[in-house]
């Protein structure tokens, strides 16, 4: 399918600068509905909903589990002090809570849905830092670091529990639909996680390879949050797999965002280094693609990257010289490609849309919410 | 409720041996009712009912996690290559077979739940093995140590999804509230870990504490498994929590002899090497009954223990060093309080059962299984 749209190196280098977002162009009518939607104010309903039961769930695990995951959830520092937390984007609770009302629910009726997700999304965090090493997450020191990778392992395994457990107790049937669908998007994180683990110790990774391991990684779980709400409040499958559609596809559309972030996002803004990605070695879309392309510049980079890759000396490296591999994903193409790559997966997301049958204003929000992903700087 | 029973140090020294098991004493006729029941038998249906579903669960997992998980199972080697495989006692299977026969049902109305406990105890080995350091489970080496860290919780987490997965996709509502139950006990397994981790940074832990622990890590699944097919062959809520009852006192009395052979155990019969668990340190029952007790010799473990706490050459220790701690052990009255203690819950057990209406046959399986666990050399 990506393949089919021509190599990434028949566009030409593309003139945007550190930390720009990648604008959408959606058609008049969309525009003039989505003006109608308080993006902030959705997020904050999704947040103020989900958060204190979320917070009530994670108290329910036992010392020091419970103290380890506020950590985790930045709502105490490493001291044990509490602390204000920025909480994140909160994207996934308010689309948990949104779907709800496709059914023409209460969006409380979202909120375990929301909280599992946000539990399994955290469980996923606690493993993958571990497992990737990773040191710092949202400014601070990750949970291995702070408190050992036993605790690490130990409060993601409880926080998996828990998101079954809030969700079986409800003791419906519909939570045991909801519960299975977080089971199967739970089954595809870790395979995308595998996927990332394996692609790592391998010198080429194809475009497409590079989409399933982000549909994996990301896709799945945004399409559960995207339709567990409506499946809490009686949605039947047609409609939550139209509602998984529209997540998943958001959830590649984010992902390119990020990947366009992790190399040319701004530090201030995302929180991370300068060339986030390429310091890492992450073989990222805008990598892929332009290892894909033809010409001189992918040419020139794949012989960089496969240098690098041997070299000693990685760690040392200058700001000039990750710019240097910047510019040359960039003159390959890679940056325009993954820009239009997330353009063409947020029009997918949206036209998902169309096969369910729901209230104007609540597709208008699901809208609003795909522009707000994927027009960000952080 | 242990205190009640007075200190471990008023018993007499027991005289058995190296690798001798727990004999209970049955009135005259229970003993006769258990000569129907050939236990081989019923472990090998158990083991063949659940086996071939739970390979088919484990290919489901994409590379490498499959070989991965079919190394850690010991259906292949590190190689690679097929392998017998002792495949275990197979206690679990047998008893989730068994109670699916509590409500009429065949016993493969059974097998789901007896897959997804066996997932379950799988995941928490997995994680387990790597949180302790451990580099040997079942003569093998861990996976942590053949695949590395990564791996471990990699498959351990898919291997937790995919137990869910088993369960939930049944569709039911039966299976809906198996998958809760399931998801209690692993909860608690989770909790007894964390206890286990925190305990060995203290210098005492109570008998209670102990007791505690593993009920957390061996009596809530073995209490899942032995109710489990009950609950998806229909049981009620009454039925299946008299059926956990039996299968956590049992996890007790397992744990109890476990503890046992975890000391004098023969290394030819438990593939542990002698003293296994006082290498390693462990406050299992027979130490903290052994220093609750009173008299010199409980006074003089515990100077032996707090010394060895500090001590850098605790490795290098000679067999005669861990026998003279095995004997005040025992002189303290640590053996034949823990011998007690298993027989004590093997009897709770059973008992439990009375509250279950089911065919006298059944019952007499699920007693005959219970000496089993209690009788035992490995």
Redesign the interface.
């Known amino acids: 399918m990506i393949g089919e749209r021509g190599a990434a190196g028949s566009r030409t280098p593309g003139t945007a600068t550190r930390g720009e977002t990648v604008p959408t162009v959606p058609p008049a009518e969309t525009a003039a509905r989505r003006t109608a939607v308080d993006v902030t104010a959705l997020l904050e309903r999704g947040r103020t909903l989900a958060t204190p039961v979320l917070r009530t769930a994670v108290d329910r695990l ?1 010392p ?2 419970d103290t380890v995951a506020a950590y985790h959830f930045g709502w105490i520092d490493a001291q044990g002090n509490p602390t204000a937390g920025d909480g994140g984007k909160a994207v996934r609770p308010a689309l948990a809570v949104l779907s709800a009302e496709v059914t023409g629910a209460a969006p409380e009726t979202g909120v375990p849905g929301a909280v599992a997700v946000e539990l399994v999304h955290n ?1 996923s965090l606690l ?1 993958d830092d ?2 990737d090493g990773d040191e710092q997450r949202r400014h601070r020191d990750t949970v291995w670091k702070v408190h050992g ?2 605790q690490a ?2 409060v ?3 926080l ?3 998101a ?2 809030v969700l ?2 409800l ?1 419906t ?1 519909e ?3 909801a ?2 669908r977080l ?2 998007a ?2 595809a994180l ?2 995308g ?3 990332d ?2 692609y790592e110790h391998r010198d080429r990774v194809s475009v497409e390879e590079c989409l399933e391991m982000e549909g994996n990684k990301t896709g799945a779980l945004l399409a559960c949050a995207s339709s567990i709400g409506a499946v809490l409040g009686g949605a039947d499958d047609a409609t939550a797999d139209a509602l998984e559609k529209y997540g998943y596809h958001l959830g590649l559309a984010f992902q390119a965002v990020d990947d366009l972030l992790g190399i040319w996002g701004d530090p201030e803004a995302t929180g991370k280094q300068t060339w986030s990605d390429l310091r890492q070695r992450k073989k990222s879309l805008p990598v892929v693609a332009a290892l894909a392309a033809e010409g001189p510049a992918a040419a020139r980079l794949g012989e960089l990257l496969a240098a690098d890759a041997k070299s000693s000396d990685f760690e040392n490296f200058s700001e000039e010289e990750f710019a240097a591999r910047a510019r040359l994903i960039e003159e390959a193409g890679g940056r325009d490609w993954t820009a239009e790559e997330a353009r063409r997966q947020h029009t997918i997301a949206i036209e998902a849309l169309d096969a369910v049958d729901m209230p104007e204003q609540v597709r208008a929000r699901f809208t609003a919410l795909a522009d707000f992903v994927v027009v960000r700087k952080r």
Do not use: C, K, W
């Open positions: 036992a020091p589990m469980f493993h571990l497992m990778p036993a392992i130990l993601g395994d409880a998996f529990a828990l079954n457990e079986l107790e003791g049937v939570a045991g639909r519960a299975r089971t199967t739970t089954r870790i395979d996680q595998a996927q683990i394996s």
